[in-house]
DNA sequence: ACATATATCTGACTAAAGTCAGATAATGGA
DNA sequence: TCCATTATCTGACTTTAGTCAGATATATGT
């Protein structure tokens, strides 16, 4: 198959020339993990859990890491007020001076790799990249259960309530809403799914079953980091998937009129707008469709 | 710079993405060094010192490595015939099946980037990759002063009379041509580029004196597989900018009438036609350019 | 023939990156 | 209050991926 072909062939190439940032460039004497670690910490600081989630590391080694980089004074880890199992690790004055130093490296790299170019072709390999780079994120996302009332998923439902807020002309109040209970999004009830990218939440949606036969989307959201990538489409296919799973043989929906990318993915995914069928005081619009 | 910004993003999320690859999904159980040491031996098989510089490892460490998979039966090593000290390194036939495998993880790999898109998407994903991949290449092109005896120059200079053979209307013999031996294209006399990618020789070019301040550019060839990047353009430059550090003030070349795309880099690079200088029996056309 | 260089190999050593078993302390729910 | 769970940490161990110093045999130029 040519595409395949042409896929293995780009991996070949990228993987030639950003294994030179990972064995050495930005290697300044010390070990990549480290550096990685540094990165993920970011200026804002982060949980050690969070970090140990993000980089894939084993508890034990992650909490050796940290020791290691606090002996070098770039790391302090504190206690959170919150819950005291969790700690956060921040970088010390030093630290920061380090990841700083990280950044110039990696801003050399990213240099280095357009200035053999003309103007005209480095103009064109930064459009390609950004077109790889989208359509690569869009081909990374994956889509599965969770339980609402998991960190994960309540981050997703703070940012869409936060962003209907946001857009309604009157603003939004949960407690107003006809607010699906978490266990309306659970089986056997319904369903949530939650949407992401490289094990980071950017999106989710409920399924709940209205009565036998009968469902309804609820709390449908993507992060507006990945919007214009179809997910839209996926996310929904996916949801009426599920709802098919669970003998739903009608999905319905609502939404506001302010929404009008949703309305427009509603219509192209072949939802027809039906007459009112809830009290939902911020629903404008009421669609169905028939799951053959 | 908007620009560097958007390289930093496409590097981490194809790192990302790729690190799967690299990590787990081709480690079969198998250290990541002795894959792509199966990768690099191929079908054919390969001598060690080739392995040895197409990755970049310490000598100890290849024989070391060769040694585990000659255990494994995955790899037999057996003397050359010509040179009594290099060693070919071929898989047997339980490693090129484990090269089979390898291979077919890696269409897997590229299958599973397009699957989850569209097909709309997917072409213009396989599109943009193909874009990155050759500018990619075109940025990571090196260019080093080389002696026209080493293995690595004299192979450029038999691909290009043999492309000269196939090209001319009447072949090429090189005895009739009026050839520099290889004193002319050293310093002091004169000089050899050789252009690389990841190390591997792609093409090359010689500048020889021809009286004091007068230079000839001769050899000049790349490889069919880097054409269409710009690199003619950049390897003349190169040769020019060699030429002034030694003080050439005069450039001078002939060409060959069915060599278009020499003609038409030659005049678009400030080369101007003059009348024959040389009794070269293949050259039909002689251009000059002066070195500001 | 002789010095020098090249290709490969062996053995001893090291650093990086992790794995695993269990200890300790805080949290959350019954 | 008790019990299972979660987050972190410690210590012992392993694998991976090298580096370095030399040994050996062959090739090459003078």
């Known amino acids: 198959m040519e595409g395949v072909e042409k896929v293995r062939s780009f991996n070949r190439t990228v993987t030639r020339r950003l294994g030179v940032l990972n ?27 969070e970090l140990r989630l993000r980089l894939g590391l084993d508890s034990g080694f992650a909490s050796r890491l940290l020791r290691g980089l606090e002996r070098k004074k770039l790391v302090r880890t504190d206690p959170t007020g919150a819950d005291g199992r969790v700690r956060i690790a921040r970088l010390t004055r030093s630290g920061l001076a380090e990841l700083e130093r990280l950044n110039s490296l990696s801003d050399d790299l990213a240099r280095s790799m357009l200035a053999p170019l003309s ?67 659970l089986p056997p009830a319904g369903c949530m799914l939650l949407v992401r990218l490289f094990g980071e939440p950017v999106g989710c949606g409920g399924i709940r079953t209205l009565e036998p036969g009968l469902g309804e989307i609820k709390r449908m959201w993507l992060s507006p980091r990945v919007r214009g990538l179809g997910l839209g489409r996926r996310l929904l296919a996916e949801l009426e998937r599920t709802g098919m799973a669970r003998k739903l043989r009608t999905i319905r929906l609502d939404t506001h009129g302010s929404l009008a990318e949703a309305l427009h993915l509603y219509r192209a995914c072949g939802y ?7 009290a939902n005081p911020y629903a404008q619009h009421w669609f169905e469709k028939s799951l053959s």
């Open 119 to 185: 103007p005209d072709q480095a103009q064109r390999l930064v459009a390609a990249m950004g077109e790889v780079d989208r359509l690569l994120c869009a081909s990374s996302i994956e889509f599965g259960e969770a339980d609402p009332r998991t960190v994960d998923a309540e981050g997703c439902l703070q940012k869409y309530y936060a962003e209907l807020a946001a857009r309604f002309p009157n603003g939004f109040e949960l407690h107003a809403d006809d607010a699906p209970a978490a266990e309306d999004l």
């Open 23 to 49: 064995e050495r460039y930005l290697g300044r004497d010390r070990p990549l993990v480290e550096s990685r670690l540094l990165f993920e910490i970011g200026a804002q600081g982060a949980a050690v859990r």
């Open 272 to 278: 027809r707008e039906i007459p009112r069928y809830n």
